[in-house]
């Protein structure tokens, strides 16, 4: 940290903190590694941790010259004595943020920067105050994770608002605000008192929420101008609720009210940074056992370890050669760690710039990929008995096979073993991830490579090979460690026995790839752009005249101002013509669905049918990467190019795939398709019998949903349209749909909405049970697991905002669901690769989209998967429903379902 340099008076600038609303950020942004931030003494840190790196990007991105961290002095204040249940529904502070509280001072005072608590007020009283003290002498910016401050703003105040953690913040200026929200500053309070805030627990005006609050500001401008003419108002349930509840208002109003004439004994002089006090810091991160923070320090005393790169503890490397081949290989320790890197993130593509192996005893590196077939390292990389540890197997498979070698005994992967302890936080970048885990003795690829159009490997080669030596030995020293925090989480079963093999089975695909027929992809994009031109010259009749259909200035003015079509939204820039809005006017004229299906062609004619052209390999193939470590649920994604998004849907999009195509003439797309997956898997988590019932019997679930909603007593008296909003009640229960979004889904009423999820759950009961027992599990233990035991933590589960919070419940009863889905198809793959392999059967598999596996195979082949993948997939796990499994074959994917 840089000591703080004399500014002058125009450059001064004051920063101001609220301390326990970022403290609560910080705690919750690293809830879930929770008990990988202790101290010697069992003190949680991870509060402390995270936002002391908060003060570090905001010290430099922000370099005030003044500075003050605002804390709340206690649960009584003014407010209190106003109205006695001001904040009284707020949970109790966890402990293991409670019992790092006193330890902010400490922290504070090392940094040199003000703290500051008043009886019987806020720290947002405090802020408000200074803020208001500093107008027209200094620029103020806050800091806050509470959007109450926002009515701070002004000319000389910005209000910066924490979106996710602390360090990404929205930033409230009077003119964000206005285009935002359409208000000002002032009206910040207005709209509080309307609407009242459940966080704070003051109640507002019954049934008052934001959009009508904003409504009445917009045509009253405040509370008082609002009441002045509430009698005039038309007769109505809001009229008579603002009638009632008018001391609400006012009270809720004052509540919110921040006051900026606070009682401080401080001043601005006692705002004025301080140089850090380096001895205190470092007895601070020694007692606090931040390691990395420590490295960081230019200079301390008694730190206990080095400070820069430059200075760190060397390791036994050396430059690999056909000289020191054999002896590289004669370690006798039974496990050596091997990386091979690239620059970039495709290893289709990107050839190797080195790579590294070896042990604590001694580390090797090289640039020449030659050596890698050379007949002793080849024979120790495709040897299954050598145990080596990497960081991404997958990736390393593939680079190796491009380069003619085999690998194998991959026993340990540290970024897949990480993405299973934690898929909140997870990086591809080895340093990153290292440094997570307290180990600091290596470098982020990024420090070394650079980014963007200037990432390139160093010049200097030694400096390259120290960062791959690094990067092994990183891997060698945390194995250990992630191993032992599997098991104690019981996921060790998960990663040896699912996670680690599907590596293997994935590169095996992506190695593979699919066939392209371009020249049928060059068909349609002739054939789309026909279709194009004869849609716009529709939508030119329609309209009166040419324009540019993709403007959507353009489009606002012939649709709303020519056509004189009823305006939906607004936006700063004018007339929102988003999908949602068209959508809503659709039977408003017939431009609309022109305008809809015209978007929907050029889309998959850009994205797909030029995108996929732009993929094709010299093989004639596209060969996707799976990225195993990045969704929550542990959902594989498709990239380069992405083929689980191809619009299916639709029929043009569905076309596209009338262009992936066996890569031998006598052979065809073969694929098996779980059916209703994630239903079954609820029904068997949730133990409920009817919908078990249903399943063992084979019977149309969402028919059977459909007769329970609507009171019927027999199947033939479903219609396809009580089957279709059946089936999105069954599907939006599983996502915690409110009866405002199943209503919005299917086209009914919200009142009907609720009828159905309440008859929904009359027939499925311990569907209830389990959505109800599955929150509040998440609510104790802050994470949800699969039936695999993959674990999902929910950091914001009990977060005062109502809706970090409700997204996390809902996140919640899906993951389980979801995840447990996804873990059953993994399961199914391992198999099927192993089945393949025993039967001796040429058939390959080459995608996974979703719940759906595609092979190719001769034709004589074709009788033999319709037996045994279905076979294979039925019984990838036991669940108290049977699996069932639909299968197709065809010359192409389209054909295999017409």
Request: one cysteine or more.
């Amino acid at each position: 940290m840089e000591a703080v340099m004399a500014q002058t008076e125009q450059n001064q600038k004051l920063l101001l903190l609220d301390g326990n609303s970022l403290a609560f950020r910080a705690f919750f942004a690293l809830h879930n590694s929770l008990d990988c931030f202790t101290n010697q003494e069992g003190l949680h840190t991870n509060a402390l941790y995270t936002f002391s790196n908060m003060l570090d990007n905001l010290l430099e991105s922000e370099q005030p010259t003044h500075m003050l961290v605002a804390f709340d002095a206690g649960k009584t204040t003014f407010r209190t004595k106003l109205f006695t249940e001001y904040k009284g529904t707020r949970s109790k502070t966890p402990a293991e943020l409670s019992e790092q509280m006193p330890y902010f001072g400490e922290l504070l005072d090392a940094y040199g920067i003000a703290h500051y608590q008043l009886a019987d007020y806020e720290a947002d009283d405090i802020i408000g105050t200074l803020a208001a003290e500093m107008a027209g002498q200094m620029p103020v910016v806050v800091v806050t994770g509470d959007r109450d401050l926002t009515q701070l703003t002004s000319e000389n105040t910005t209000v910066k608002v924490t979106v996710k953690g602390v360090n990404d913040l929205e930033i409230y200026t009077p003119e964000h605000l206005q285009e935002k929200l359409g208000i000002t500053p002032t009206q910040v309070i207005d709209l509080k008192g309307l609407m009242g805030d459940n966080s704070d627990n003051y109640p507002g005006v019954t049934k008052v929420g934001e959009k009508t609050a904003l409504k009445l500001i917009g045509e009253y401008g405040s509370i008082e101008a609002l009441y002045e003419h509430v009698d005039k108002m038309k007769k109505s349930k809001l009229k008579e609720n603002l009638i009632n509840d008018r001391d609400q208002a006012f009270l809720s109003k004052e509540l919110a009210t921040i006051n900026v004439r606070a009682p401080l004994t401080i001043s601005i002089a006692d705002t004025k940074r301080k140089d850090p006090d380096q001895e205190a810091l470092v007895k601070f991160y020694q007692q606090m056992n931040f390691k990395s923070k420590l490295a960081k320090l230019p200079q301390f005393k008694d730190a206990g370890e080095e400070t820069t790169v430059e200075s760190w503890p060397s390791i036994p490397c050396l430059e690999l050669t056909q000289t020191n081949l054999a002896t590289a290989l004669s370690s006798t320790q039974a496990s050596r760690s091997f990386v091979i890197d690239i620059l970039g993130d495709n290893y289709h593509l990107e050839t190797p710039i080195g790579f590294a192996f070896g042990t604590d005893e001694q580390w090797y590196y090289s640039d020449d990929l030659g050596l890698l077939a050379a007949p002793e390292l080849k024979h120790w990389l495709e040897d299954p008995k050598q145990e080596k540890a990497v960081f991404d197997s997958k990736k390393t498979k593939v680079l190796l096979a491009r380069l003619g070698v085999s690998i194998e005994g991959m026993t340990f992967d540290l970024l897949l073993a990480s993405y299973l302890l934690d898929t909140n936080d997870n990086s591809n970048d080895l340093g990153i991830l290292a440094q997570q885990y307290g180990y600091t003795q290596v470098q982020t690829d990024l420090e070394v490579y650079g980014k963007g159009v200037k990432r390139a490997a160093p010049t200097d080669y030694q400096v390259l090979g120290e960062h791959l030596c690094r990067k092994a030995r990183a891997i060698f020293e945390l194995r250990s460690q992630l191993v032992q925090q599997l098991k104690e989480n019981d996921q060790d079963q998960l990663y040896d026995e699912i996670e680690a093999p599907l590596a293997m089975v994935l590169a095996q695909m992506e190695l593979a790839g699919i066939t392209v027929d371009s020249q049928r992809l060059k068909q349609m994009r002739v054939d789309f752009s026909q279709t194009l031109s004869d849609i716009e010259t529709q939508i030119y009749e329609d309209a009166g005249h040419e324009f540019n259909i993709n403007s959507t200035k353009q489009l606002g003015v012939v649709l709303f101002d020519e056509l004189n079509l009823p305006v939906i939204k607004k936006n700063k820039t004018g007339y929102s013509t988003s999908v949602e809005v068209l959508e809503q006017l659709q039977n408003a004229h017939p431009i609309i669905q022109r305008i809809l299906t015209y978007r929907q062609i050029s889309k998959i004619q850009s994205t797909y049918i030029n995108g996929l052209l732009k993929v094709i390999h010299p093989d004639h193939k596209v060969h996707t990467r799976y990225l195993q470590t990045l969704t929550q649920t542990g959902r594989l994604s498709s990239v380069d190019p992405n083929l689980q998004n191809i619009p299916v849907r639709l029929p043009e999009g569905r076309k596209i795939r009338q262009a992936f195509v066996p890569s031998h003439p006598d052979w065809e797309i073969f694929s098996s398709d779980y059916s209703q997956v994630e239903l079954r898997v609820l029904a068997h988590v949730s133990g409920d019998e009817n919908m078990q019932a249903a399943f063992k019997r084979g019977f149309d679930i969402h028919a059977n949903t459909a007769m329970k909603i609507f009171g019927l007593d027999d199947p033939s008296q479903v219609t396809p349209d009580m089957r279709r909003q059946a089936k999105s009640t069954n599907f939006g229960i599983i996502y915690g749909i409110s009866d405002y979004g199943l209503s919005k889904n299917i086209g009914i009423t919200r009142k009907q909405a609720a009828t159905f999820i309440a008859a929904y759950f009359e027939q499925y009961p311990d569907v209830k049970a389990y959505i109800d027992n599955i929150v509040a599990t998440a609510e104790k233990q802050g994470y949800v697991e699969t039936i695999m035991h993959r674990r999902r933590y929910l950091p914001d589960i009990n977060s005062k905002n109502y809706n970090l919070r409700s997204f996390a419940e809902r996140t919640a009863m899906n993951t389980p669901i979801q995840g447990s889905a996804a873990d059953i198809i993994k399961v199914a793959m391992i198999n099927m690769q192993d089945r393949l392999r025993q039967e001796g059967l040429q058939a390959k598999m080459l995608l996974q989209v979703h719940d759906e596996l595609i092979f190719e195979a001769p034709v004589t082949e074709i009788p033999r998967l319709e037996r045994i993948v279905p076979e294979v997939m039925d019984s990838a796990v036991s669940l108290d429903v049977p699996l069932i499994v639909e299968s197709g074959h065809g010359k192409t994917w389209y054909d295999v379902k017409k």
